[in-house]
């Protein structure tokens, strides 16, 4: 399996993906926006984009859809649940679901909802070559670099938060991250405002001070582990700054309590 990350070069930050097979040349485009962008990536690498992952619904996910289609012949795969909202899918998934790509790549469906309720992500176990040797994630919208996603669109926190915790608390830390969006610096921020004593997170958003999305470096989970808010709910330093918001009860905390909070407050930071 080789991974080609597309830069999106708009406002909103987007990543676009490219898993291709080194074998056949095949490749699933996730999210592909600006389509123009995916397609001359895929030209350049010699690849055919047979087939097209939406994480979920929102339009910043499905806007290039039409123009790979058109370009591509490309089949269109995302959530059951999502399908009618999305349009034109021709393979609904749920979780547990395997996509193939081409004859060495397969993806396992992760149901993953609380950004929106319908929202998958994509793990493939590694075990091939190259960049295809490690796990990988590819996460949408549901967790992103040092952060996780909203609910405001659509979603529950409280789903966000059961999603957190299994499938993606299950997976091993080797794990790549591929997130649909870079937020990283400012959810480095958050992280400093409620664990100022987080030194790894620190270090982190000095070493990618300056640097374009393009450029962000891929965390594994177990970096994730070490400076996402969002995994670290029984830090102490993180509960007690809760409660002396108000945010929590000290005595009562527990991690799903940590989490909500923490998102409620994500929303207005």
């Not at 289609?69 to 490309?74: H, S």
């Not at 994630?137 to 405001?152: I, M, P, Q, V, Y």
Request: charged residues 20%.
């Amino acid at each position: 399996m080789r991974i080609e990350r597309v830069w999106a070069a708009n406002d909103g930050r987007n990543y676009h993906y490219l898993i291709g097979c080194s074998e056949t040349g095949e490749a699933l485009a996730v999210d592909p926006l600006n389509a123009a962008a995916v397609l001359a990536r895929a030209r350049q690498l010699g690849w055919q984009i047979r087939q097209i992952l939406n994480t979920h619904e929102h339009r910043d996910h499905t806007g290039g859809n039409a123009e790979v289609v058109a370009a591509t012949g490309a089949s269109v795969l995302a959530h059951a649940a999502a399908a009618a909202k999305i349009g034109g899918v021709t393979r609904g998934l749920g979780g547990g679901d395997v996509i193939r790509v081409g004859s060495s790549v397969t993806l396992t469906c992760l149901d993953t909802p609380g950004h929106t309720r319908a929202h998958l992500c994509l793990y493939s176990e590694g075990g091939g070559e190259g960049d295809g040797a490690s796990p990988a994630l590819f996460s949408g919208d549901t967790l992103f670099n040092a952060g996780a996603g909203n609910c405001l669109h659509g979603g529950d926190p409280q789903l966000l938060y059961a999603s957190f915790n299994d499938p993606l608390g299950r997976l091993p830390g080797q794990t790549r991250v591929f997130p649909g969006h870079d937020y990283l610096l400012r959810n480095l921020g958050f992280t400093l405002d409620r664990e100022p004593g987080n030194d790894a997170a620190r270090e982190l958003a000095r070493r990618c001070a300056g640097l374009g999305g393009e450029a962000m470096p891929i965390l594994t989970l177990t970096e994730e582990r070490q400076v996402n808010v969002f995994l670290r709910l029984a830090s102490p330093e993180i509960i007690a700054g809760l409660a002396r918001n108000g945010a929590i009860d000290h005595a009562r905390a527990n991690g799903r309590e940590v989490f909500l909070a923490l998102r409620e407050l994500r929303n207005r930071w």
